[in-house]
């Protein structure tokens, strides 16, 4: 069945859905784990790589709104059933909740995280997930950390007694997708890692971080330079974020670099009022996020190691591909100008509900 064959025969039967129970065949029939639409998704990966990034964005926007419109409609007969039983009871029960009850804001990190997650969508990128209690072999092994790596003790890894750990990286996942997706693939993700640090104002030991991998033949710096401003454009809602690449190193990746992005705050009045004898510097005096640079540090990238790319079963003499890796929560602070990592899991609704961006009364799905 073609796509727009499969859009109209969504629209007549949408239509027809009168109770509950027509509404989950509806959401069974295409939406569940067996449902149409999902299988459609999951045979992405057997198309070309141009019918893959159409397919993949058509199909999101389908799955989305059907989603969406048959959220509003079982909300439609819930209140319609209680309303009439309301009616012919001639009763009025204190017990059933508010139907207009505020349902309060979502969390600023969650807000970040889907709003990332839906601009890699819309570029072809496969949106995974992982766990966060993994094996050694996931967190470390996979991604050519060596035994001897500081990154193993105890003082920055959770170990559990049956020898698994809380993941320290979203990289973690890497192997999975590569054994997954194949040798070409595009996946993004966002996920929480744990490190056993010192608790301070820019250190949690739970935190996030987003982390983006392309596998393919002809796969350049330049594809990880372009997708770079992507992922930073999308989570700042800034469309003049420009990145530079500074060489570094990390273990699964060969070249590596660390990313710095243009600074965000260096165009406030009370920046741009300061001078500067030089013309590099001029709107960069007084900024206290990226010291007069102009550029803040936000996280590693490079092309991945072919160490890497063989654990997953990938011949790395005939693909190559990128990888990046961002602080999602160090990313929020900076979007929302937040000094103190810790408001994020203080459980403070005052504290999270004032940041700036809060959307009052969201949808929490």
Known sequence: MNLKTMETQIKNEFELLKTEGDCSIFHAKYLGKSGEITALISNIRNLSNEERIESGRVLNILKRE?????FKLQKEIKEREINEKLMNDKLVDITIPSLKAETGSLHPITRAQREIEQAFRDIGFIIESGPEIVSEYENFTAVNVPEDHPGRDMQDTFWLSNG??????TSSLQNHCLRKYGPEFRAFWTGRCYRNENLDARHEQAFFQVEGMMIGKDISIANLIYFNKQALQ?????T??????????FPFTEPSFETDATCIFCDKENVRQETSTTEENKH???CGVCKGTGWVELGGCGMVHPNVLAQGGVDPNKYQGFAFCYGLTRLVMLKYNISDIRVFNSGNLEALGS???????????
Not at 234 to 238: D, G, P
Not at 240 to 249: C, G, Q, W
């Open 240 to 249: 003049d974020i420009d990145v530079r690449l500074r060489p570094s190193y």
């Open 66 to 70: 059907t989603e969406s419109n048959l």
């Open 234 to 238: 999308a989570v700042l809602n800034r």
């Open 284 to 286: 960069h005096v007084g």
């Open 355 to 365: 940041i700036k961006g809060g959307a009052k009364n969201e949808t929490i799905t």
């Open 164 to 169: 698994q750990l809380l993941n320290t990286q």
